[in-house]
C-alpha cells in the first residue's frame, strides 16, 4: 500500500489541490482540510454538477411509480388528461401529501418536506420536470449546487406552510420548491444586472407572471404554495448569497447535507409507513 497520509487532496471548500496533512487550506484558510468531517463523499460531491438535478428528478419519478404501484387498484385512467394515471388519494395521503387535513387532523407535520415528492397523474409530473429541468440548471449555475439544493428544499417546505396557514385542505407537487428556484433566479438577475441579469429577470419573471395568471384561472392550484415558494427563493437567495458574490462554502455545503438527509429520512419514513399500512 502507498502511504495515503502523504497524498494531496481537493480542499473541501475551494477545490483546489492541497496536501492531505494541511493543518489549513494555504487557498482558502478553512482549518483541518484533510478531516474526514470536512472532506467527505459530500463535500467532494458529484463532478458533474448535473446530477444533483437528475437525482431530484429521480427521486420524484420514484415516488410517483411507488404511488401507483400501493394502490394499483384505484389508478385513475379517466379520459380527463389531468387525472390519467393519477395516483388513488388514499395512496397519495399515505405517502405524505400534505395541508389542513393530514397536518392538523392526523398531526402528519412531516408532510410539509413529502408533498414536494408526490404528483397526481402523468401530466403532473411531467409539467413540473420539464420546468424543474428548464429552471434548475440556472439556479445551479449562479447558486452553485449546495444552495440550489437548500433552495429547492428549504423553499419548497415554506411554500407548503404557507398553504398550509392559508388553509388548503389537501396538496401535492413539486412546484412549491421549484417557484422557490424561480424566486432565487428573479433576485439574482434583479440584482446583478446587467445585459444577462436583465434578461433573466425579465425571463423568469414572466414564468412567475404565467404561473399566477394559470393559477387564478385553473381551480385546484395551490396559489398559496406557488407565492409562498417564490418568495421563500428570493429570500433564501438574499441570505445565502449567489456564487458571483460569494463562493459556495462548507456551510452551505453543511446545510444542504441537512435537506438531504431530512428529505430521505421522511420519504423513507413515508415509503416504510405507507407499506404497513397497506399490510396491515
Ligand atoms: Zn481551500
Redesign the pocket.
Known sequence: MMNQRRSSIL??????L?SVDEER??????RN?GSRWKNNLWTRGFRNTDQYIKAIIYVNIAMYVFSILLDPLSVGHSANPLAFLSPSNKSLFFLGATGTIPVARFHRWWTIVSANYLHGGIIHILFNMIALKQLAPVALNEYGAYRMVSIYTLGGIVGYLMSYVAGVPLTIGASAAICSLIGAIIYYGKSRGGAYGQALYRQVGAWAIGIFVFGLLVPGINNWAHGGGILAGAVLGIALGYQEKRRENLFHKLLAGICVAVTLAVLCWAVVSAIAYRLL
Not at 480542499?11 to 483546489?16: D, V
Not at 487550506?25 to 478553512?30: E, L, N, Q, V
Request: glycine share 8%; hydrophobic share 5%; with cysteine.
Open positions: 480542499c473541501p471548500n475551494c477545490r483546489k492541497i487550506c494555504p487557498y482558502c484558510g478553512t482540510p
